[in-house]
């Protein structure tokens, strides 16, 4: 009795070496993966640094839109003027008479 005792006892403890083993491992693993992960972080925060200062300012391209949205409408409305201006001047050249020794 006491024999199967002692080898049921050794089984179990070789079972639980083999665990403890195959954890340990796991382990090992985990930690290099989370020092490589430090490691490129590291590497990153620059970089990310750099991506949140050139982006900052995205924002404010909402403001040069509608500016430039105003701007566009200003613009067609001068285009508009001047195509008024010029028609009304051709109209005013063809109603004068021409100038002497220039033909009509």
Known sequence: METSVLVVWWIGLLGALALTVIAVAEIVRVVHHAMEIKRLAREVLPAAGGIVANTALIAD????????????GAVE?????AASIEGH????????PPKKGQRP
């Open 77 to 81: 409305g001068l285009g508009r003027t």
């Open 61 to 72: 391209l909402e403001g040069v839109t509608r500016t430039g949205g105003r701007l566009l």
């Open 89 to 96: 001047a051709g109209a005013l050249k063809s109603a004068l």
